[in-house]
Each structure stands twice: as structure tokens, then as C-alpha cells.
């Protein structure tokens, strides 16, 4: 059997898409699930344990973390038919999800184009666009515990909202792969929206910038970008960091910005609409770790 790669002080800011932030303790690279089962199993009870895909959805603060991550892009990395289902693991790029259903000719999974990380952190925040969501698609997953453990579960096992996911067990569980359950359809009128959707995504949202997507939650009935705009927040500046001029959901890293200047502009958004329009915005991206 292979074995994956073990290092220490690894600089997150090579594994998160705003290309910020400190070192984590120790990382782990699998080579695929039963290899990142059998290491979990092996590290004690108490380590403090991350996933991470794409870094996507991630903000580690500058004095980095401790404990351990686990990589599981380019490890979970399986997608296969199961049947009358689409078996893809948690490393899948959510947009690689999209484009292999549509080439086998399902329909019902393109607005996975639009999603920037893995199949995991899709599952994980129930994450959405262009009208819908991950767990609208879902027909079981596998999971996997501190132990090593793989489970089988399916929807009815959570408590699902939007850009939310709970466990109705208390017991500490990552996703490992899904399920998704999709209808035969037309793959070239799926490939044709997929490339729409890439496209309205390019004009609205500043890709040319390192960014973690939308920073947070729409209210309802609202846009988070529109109250954070109309506060007249839009380009302001904090270090390498600025929320975008072009979409004022997303911050954007400049070139040289901290995790410490990005969080500030974070705070300073949440304040600002909290303020200003009395609504308290939720954060949808995830900050770990010690400030520096």
C-alpha cells in the first residue's frame, strides 16, 4: 500500500484561494481514502484535525494553526457511477462534478460549475448558485470519523438550510464522498448552461484577484453585496486587501495581503451594514487559527 506525504509547518497560504495566512503544525497529504482513513486512526484523540480542499471557503489567521490538516484535493480525488447514482469523493472539484455529469448525458448538477471548491466543502455549507444547492442533488454520502471509521448516511440523517448543515448525531464526522442522484437528460443544452453560467460568473465576480468567494450569507430577500455597497464600502482599501470594486461580496487579495488585512475589511463590513442598516451578516467563509 502507499503512503502519503507528512510535513511540518506548512504555509496554508499555498492551499487557500486568497493566498493568505500562517503554517499549520503538521500536514498530511493521502494518497486516497483508505490511506486517509488509516492516518486518522492513528493520531491522537485530542490533535486538532482540519480538511481541507481547495481552501476555497478558508481564511487561516497569520499566526497559523496547530494540530493537523489533511489535503484531500488530489487524493479523494474518485468519480464513478454507482448504479442509477454519480459516486464522486470529497476532493472533487465541485466544477469537475458538473462538466462529467453533463459529458454522460445527466442533467441537474450544472450549477456545480459555479461552485469554486471541492465536492467536500460543497456538502459541508451546502453550498449554492444560479438556483441551486448541493444538497437538492444528494442522495447519500459516506462519511468518516476521528477513528477512521466510514459511515453511510443520507439527507434525512441532517438538519439542512441554506449554507447550512448539521449533523443530527453529536459525533465529529467528515465528508468523504456522496452520492448524487441526477436525471438522464440532454448533455449538450447542460454543457450549453454551463458555459452561460461561466460566463455570467466572469462578468459579476473579480477572478483575476485571489478571493474566497462571497464572504457572507445572503439575508433574506436580500443581497449581502448590495448592503455592503450601499454603505459605500465598495474598494475600500485595508493593507493588500480590498472588498471589490467589482462585486462587494468578495475580498479580494491585492498582492502581499495578511490574513490580519482581510479579516479587518471582513469586521468592518459586518459593523458597517450592522450599523448603518441594522442587519447582522453572517459569515459564510470560515476563519481558523491565532492571530499573528
Given at each position: 500500500?502507499?503512503?502519503g506525504?507528512?510535513?511540518?509547518?506548512?504555509?496554508?497560504?499555498?492551499?487557500?484561494?486568497?493566498?493568505?495566512?500562517?503554517?499549520?503544525?503538521?500536514?498530511?497529504?493521502?494518497?486516497?481514502?483508505?490511506?486517509?482513513?488509516?492516518?486518522?486512526?492513528?493520531?491522537?484523540?485530542d490533535?486538532?484535525?482540519?480538511l481541507?480542499?481547495?481552501?476555497?471557503?478558508?481564511l487561516?489567521?497569520?499566526?497559523?494553526?496547530?494540530?493537523?490538516?489533511?489535503?484531500?484535493?488530489?487524493?479523494?480525488?474518485?468519480?464513478?457511477?454507482?448504479?442509477?447514482?454519480?459516486?464522486?469523493?470529497?476532493?472533487v472539484?465541485?466544477?469537475?462534478?458538473?462538466?462529467?455529469a453533463?459529458?454522460?448525458?445527466?442533467?441537474?448538477?450544472?450549477?456545480?460549475?459555479?461552485?469554486?471548491?471541492?465536492?467536500?466543502?460543497?456538502?459541508?455549507m451546502?453550498?449554492?448558485?444560479?438556483?441551486g444547492e448541493?444538497?437538492?442533488?444528494?442522495?447519500?454520502?459516506?462519511?468518516?470519523?476521528?477513528?477512521?471509521?466510514?459511515?453511510?448516511?443520507?439527507?434525512a440523517?441532517?438538519?439542512?438550510?441554506?449554507?447550512?448543515?448539521?449533523?443530527?448525531?453529536?459525533?465529529?464526522?467528515?465528508?468523504?464522498?456522496?452520492?448524487?442522484?441526477?436525471?438522464?437528460?440532454d448533455?449538450?443544452?447542460?454543457?450549453?448552461?454551463?458555459?452561460?453560467?461561466?460566463e455570467?460568473?466572469i462578468?459579476?465576480?473579480?477572478l483575476?484577484?485571489?478571493?474566497?468567494?462571497?464572504?457572507?450569507?445572503?439575508?433574506?430577500?436580500d443581497?449581502?453585496?448590495?448592503?455592503?455597497?450601499?454603505?459605500?464600502?465598495?474598494?475600500?482599501?485595508?493593507?493588500?486587501?480590498?472588498?471589490?470594486?467589482?462585486?462587494?461580496?468578495?475580498?479580494?487579495?491585492?498582492?502581499?495581503?495578511t490574513?490580519?488585512?482581510?479579516e479587518?475589511?471582513?469586521?468592518?463590513a459586518?459593523?458597517?451594514?450592522k450599523?448603518?442598516?441594522?442587519?447582522?451578516?453572517?459569515?459564510?467563509?470560515?476563519?481558523?487559527?491565532?492571530?499573528?
Amino acid at each position: 500500500m502507499l503512503w502519503g506525504e507528512r510535513r511540518r509547518n506548512e504555509p496554508m497560504a499555498r492551499h487557500t484561494s486568497w493566498r493568505a495566512g500562517g503554517s499549520v503544525d503538521r500536514a498530511y497529504f493521502p494518497v486516497d481514502l483508505e490511506d486517509m482513513r488509516l492516518f486518522m486512526a492513528s493520531l491522537p484523540a485530542d490533535e486538532p484535525l482540519y480538511l481541507v480542499g481547495l481552501g476555497s471557503n478558508l481564511l487561516v489567521r497569520d499566526g497559523g494553526l496547530r494540530g493537523t490538516v489533511i489535503f484531500t484535493h488530489g487524493a479523494l480525488k474518485e468519480i464513478r457511477f454507482e448504479g442509477n447514482a454519480l459516486y464522486a469523493e470529497s476532493g472533487v472539484p465541485s466544477p469537475k462534478l458538473a462538466r462529467f455529469a453533463a459529458l454522460h448525458e445527466l442533467v441537474g448538477a450544472e450549477f456545480m460549475a459555479g461552485i469554486p471548491g471541492t465536492v467536500g466543502g460543497a456538502l459541508a455549507m451546502n453550498a449554492g448558485c444560479y438556483g441551486g444547492e448541493a444538497w437538492g442533488i444528494v442522495e447519500s454520502v459516506t462519511t468518516l470519523d476521528r477513528k477512521g471509521q466510514l459511515r453511510q448516511r443520507t439527507p434525512a440523517n441532517y438538519e439542512i438550510g441554506y449554507r447550512r448543515v448539521v449533523l443530527l448525531e453529536r459525533v465529529e464526522e467528515w465528508f468523504a464522498a456522496a452520492r448524487f442522484r441526477l436525471q438522464q437528460g440532454d448533455g449538450g443544452k447542460s454543457r450549453a448552461t454551463i458555459k452561460q453560467l461561466l460566463e455570467r460568473r466572469i462578468a459579476a465576480q473579480p477572478l483575476n484577484l485571489p478571493n474566497a468567494g462571497s464572504v457572507f450569507r445572503n439575508p433574506p430577500n436580500d443581497y449581502a453585496a448590495r448592503m455592503i455597497e450601499a454603505c459605500g464600502l465598495k474598494g475600500r482599501v485595508q493593507g493588500g486587501a480590498m472588498i471589490s470594486g467589482k462585486h462587494a461580496n468578495f475580498i479580494v487579495n491585492t498582492g502581499g495581503a495578511t490574513a490580519a488585512d482581510i479579516e479587518a475589511l471582513i469586521n468592518l463590513a459586518h459593523a458597517t451594514v450592522k450599523e448603518k442598516l441594522g442587519i447582522d451578516l453572517e459569515r459564510e467563509v470560515r476563519i481558523v487559527g491565532e492571530r499573528a
